[in-house]
């Protein structure tokens, strides 16, 4: 995979569709597309002067200058990145946190526009303030982004790591915000049939990785069922097997399957629809096998919340829903797991936020009530 970080940012927007959703309460949503890059796919030498970078722009080179980024272990991966708050080169930071303990955030927005032109998002960070901040589903394109100029939007502390649909504009998406300047960072799992879904990025911290996910959705009739669980979800786990061996993985975001009966309101009606089939299941206990734990049902055993409610059968409201939304902890992080919430009255998308709360130091087990 190559590997670039953008230096001087460009304004964005965002274009929302609405998702096609099935008569059933599934959460099926339309599948979704990836950006690869700004807009030139050649990579850009690091320029060691204002000349060299006049002499990049001439030859082709976005405002955004894309730039090669050389660490101990050589050539780091580093895709398409926006720093969109300010006017400063994106730099890299060591990844370390200066407190003991931060929260992080993951919230299937299903719409960016949307939800922030109704307050919902903007409400939310006010109030919680997590330390790092992950969406899925953003819906957002290249252009539109830059010219809506939505990143404004946003408490100017984080730094940007985007990725937009290739194929298909104004759907998926994912996104990583974070307080904390990362050590690397990269889009996509290095292979491009999926890398073109705008479904994943990757942040390094001192001592983890944050792995932000949209899993595709088997869709009705279960059309991309194959695709996703021989494919898609076979993928993944190699890609976050090789980060493993370097060090430990947090993965987050909307994994497309409730794992358990507990996880969804009705299991035995949902059987047959995408999200709880068996084989999606299998998948989802594929990762538990590799060493993540759910850090939700791994301190709620038995607690019955959701994550995703379906608008088309106005769900919310009945609690008819789906836990679908997670964080993923590698298993040598479970000493420092504190807390995994969902946050079920945050209203603004047919998802709510789910957060995680780790000790940056190991730590001792923590007692939680796990009813």
């Known amino acids: 995979m190559k590997a670039w970080i953008v230096t001087k940012p460009k304004a964005s927007a965002s274009v929302s569709d609405n998702p096609k959703e099935t008569s059933n309460s599934n959460p099926e949503k339309v599948s979704t597309t990836v950006m690869e890059s700004t807009t030139k796919k050649n990579d850009i030498k690091r320029s060691r002067s204002e000349q060299e970078e006049e002499e990049a ?62 307050g919902d998002l903007q409400k939310y960070l006010e109030t919680s303030d997590p330390d790092i901040f992950c969406m899925n589903e953003t819906k957002i394109d290249e252009e539109a ?14 730094k940007h790591f985007w990725t937009f649909s290739k194929k298909r504009a104004g759907y998926s998406g994912v996104a990583i915000l974070s307080k904390v300047a990362p050590i690397s960072a990269n889009i996509g799992m290095g292979i491009e049939k999926h890398d073109e879904e705008g479904r994943c990025v ?34 993944l786990r190699a890609y976050l097997s090789g980060l493993k061996q370097k060090k430990p993985v947090i993965l987050c975001g ?26 999606e299941r299998q998948e989802f206990g594929k990762l538990l096998e590799v060493g993540f734990i759910d850090t939700y049902r791994e301190l709620y055993p038995k607690r019955v919340q959701y994550t995703y409610w379906s608008t088309y059968l106005s769900s919310r409201p009945k609690n008819e829903g789906w836990r679908i939304d997670y964080f993923m902890l590698d298993t040598r992080l479970k000493d420092r797991l504190v807390d995994s919430i969902i946050c079920d009255s945050i209203a603004g998308s047919d998802h709510c936020p789910v957060e995680l709360i780790i000790n940056t130091q190991s730590s001792p087990p923590l007692e939680v009530d796990k009813q």
């Not at 982004?145 to 984080?158: C, D, L, Q, T, V």
């Not at 959705?217 to 194959?226: A, E, I, P, V």
Request: aromatic share 12%.
């Open 202 to 235: 990757t942040v390094e911290f001192a001592e983890f990785y944050l792995v932000a996910v949209y899993v595709p959705n088997s869709k009705k009739g279960f059309t991309r069922l194959d695709y996703r669980v021989k494919e898609w979800e076979m993928d």
């Open 57 to 118: 722009k001439k030859n082709g080179a976005p405002t955004a200058q894309l730039k090669r980024v050389k660490t101990n272990e050589g050539q780091k991966t580093l895709a398409s990145f926006f720093k969109i708050t300010t006017e400063k080169k994106l730099t890299l930071g060591d990844g370390l946190f200066d407190k003991p303990t931060i929260k992080l955030s993951s919230w299937n927005v299903n719409g960016l526009r949307a939800v922030l032109k109704r």
């Open 254 to 279: 909307d994994l497309n399957v409730a794992h358990e009966e507990i996880d969804v309101y009705n299991p035995r009606e949902c059987l047959t629809y995408a999200g709880f089939s068996p084989e």
């Open 145 to 158: 982004f830059r010219k809506a100029n939505i990143s404004r939007e946003f408490p100017a502390a984080y």
